[in-house]
T-cell receptor, first 119, second 113 residues
Framework: SAVISQKPSRDICQRGTSLTIQCQVDSQVTMMFWYRQQPGQSLTLIATANQGSEATYESGFVIDKFPISRPNLTFSTLTVSNMSPEDSSIYLC????????????????FGPGTRLTVL | AQSVSQHNHHVILSEAASLELGCNYSYGGTVNLFWYVQYPGQHLQLLLKYFSGDPLVKGIKGFEAEFIKSKFSFNLRKPSVQWSDTAEYFCATWYSSASKIIFGSGTRLSIRP
């Protein structure tokens, strides 16, 4: 299993500022994901952050707005840049533990989320 | 691209009623399917997953799901719900060619005590 922590757990920010969210995992993982969950909606994948390579962004998300760092196998950051009220959401870090290719023993774990409110 | 759809946006049941939440997936080669639950104010938790073998999958908390290939479905079931089952339920599929999990829109389950 994997235990994931995120900092901060919540924040209230002013329009035009930036916030960096940290994700720490208690074990080494190759595959790490950042999701957004807007109020009453499902999870939307922002990007996949694998250590040793550039993050891969989903349609509608760009590196300038959501820069990601992945310095090692246990840590990642997501920055929400130049925030607007539309960025108010819960941001979730997630990891996939693989047992040599996706198999019945592989599981995706989620962090507790960072609740962001932009005024 | 692979995708999942959940047609029930909000389901309201009384305690002890039987539950079935719908999930349909789009075909995309090897199918790997999941159900996650998010209790109010808590993390997403894995309820169960299907990779291969027995199409009837048993998960935690008395939940089960049946993979029906001919119907492209992976519905979640529980014979008798409890008030503590009140939560948001997400169906998901592993999109193998892109190495990522895709989530459905979610179903909010409300249980009347």
């Amino acid at each position: 299993s994997a235990v994931i922590s995120q900092k901060p757990s919540r924040d209230i920010c002013q329009r035009g500022t930036s916030l960096t969210i940290q994700c720490q995992v208690d074990s080494q993982v190759t595959m790490m994901f950042w999701y957004r969950q807007q109020p009453g909606q499902s999870l939307t994948l922002i990007a996949t952050a694998n250590q040793g390579s550039e993050a891969t962004y989903e349609s509608g998300f760009v590196i300038d707005k959501f820069p990601i760092s992945r310095p090692n196998l246990t840590f990642s950051t997501l920055t929400v840049s130049n925030m607007s009220p539309e960025d108010s959401s819960i941001y979730l870090c997630s990891v996939l533990l693989l047992a040599g290719g996706l198999s019945s023993t592989d599981t995706q774990y989620f962090g507790p989320g960072t609740r962001l409110t932009v005024l | 691209a692979q995708s999942v759809s959940q047609h029930n946006h909000h389901v309201i049941l009384s305690e002890a009623a039987s539950l079935e939440l719908g999930c349909n997936y789009s075909y995309g080669g090897t199918v790997n399917l999941f159900w996650y639950v998010q209790y109010p104010g808590q993390h997403l938790q894995l309820l169960l997953k299907y990779f291969s073998g027995d199409p009837l999958v048993k998960g935690i908390k008395g939940f089960e799901a049946e993979f029906i290939k001919s119907k492209f479905s992976f519905n979640l079931r529980k014979p008798s719900v409890q008030w503590s089952d009140t939560a948001e339920y997400f169906c998901a599929t592993w999109y193998s060619s892109a190495s990522k999990i895709i989530f459905g829109s979610g179903t909010r389950l409300s249980i009347r005590p």
